[in-house]
């Protein structure tokens, strides 16, 4: 079936390293979103990106999605320990399907 | 301040018991879903509905129910017939169907 894939599903960093999660899917998607979970809490949604090869950013955080529109990438410049959460993917499905499909998460701990 | 409410936050249920938990929202939003998130896990869609009186069956639909009678409230009921119903129940409501989701604090359901 159609699936999200996020790798690595779990990061361990230094604060101020940086880290990057990468999202991939097996087709083509319409837009992608990111949403952030804090340990015990709810998704928050983060950005949402539409055009292939576009490039947006948030304070340290940068997300690509690719030329393609198969695959994106959230990088965060120098994590600090409020980075600290899972970082999910989501992905619209292109065409009449239109479904969002959530990719299995990474999970980025920060030691301070 | 306009949310989305989900109660209770905590529910502890019998095996055998129906459970409905609630969800409101009063952003005005014409779409509504629910998801289910097991421990390390991404989120599975249960069901949705893109405007009142109306609702579709998600990835894993089997064992609950919903309704969509008013655009504000879209209640899930776990029933006996859920062979795994522990879980974290997460309530979301976006402007459009797939637009930017914006998620409830969660229902943890402990079925024993």
């Known amino acids: 079936g159609q699936q999200v894939m996020q790798i690595p599903q779990y990061q361990h960093v230094q604060e101020g390293e940086d880290f990057t999660t990468y999202c991939n899917s097996s087709t083509t998607l319409s837009n992608i979103q990111w949403y952030k979970q804090r340990p015990g809490g709810h998704p928050v949604f983060l950005i949402q990106?539409?055009?292939?090869?576009e490039v947006k950013k948030q304070k340290r955080l940068t997300f690509q999605f690719g030329e393609a529109k198969k695959n994106s990438s959230l990088h965060i410049t120098a994590t600090q320990t409020t980075d600290v959460g899972t970082y999910f993917c989501?992905?619209?499905?292109?065409?009449?399907?239109?479904?969002?499909?959530f990719g299995t998460g990474t999970l980025l701990a920060v030691q301070p | 301040d306009g949310g989305i409410t989900q109660s209770p936050k905590y529910l502890f249920r019998k095996e055998g018991q129906n459970v409905t938990l609630s969800c409101e929202q009063n952003?005005?939003?014409?779409?509504m879903y629910w998801y289910r998130q097991d421990p390390g896990q991404g989120l599975r869609l249960i069901y949705y509905s893109q405007i009142v009186n109306d609702f579709q069956k998600g990835d894993i639909a089997e064992g609950y129910s919903v309704s969509r009678e008013k655009k504000e409230s879209f209640p899930l009921t776990v029933t006996s017939a859920q062979k795994n119903p522990t879980a974290f129940y997460l309530c979301?409501?976006?402007?459009?169907?797939?637009?930017?989701?914006?998620f409830g604090n969660g229902t943890r359901l402990t079925v024993t």
């Open positions: 952003l005005n939003h014409d779409a």
């Open positions: 989501a992905g619209t499905l292109g065409g009449a399907t239109n479904k969002l499909i």
């Open positions: 979301a409501s976006s402007n459009t169907y797939n637009s930017p989701l914006h």
């Open positions: 990106l539409v055009k292939s090869g």
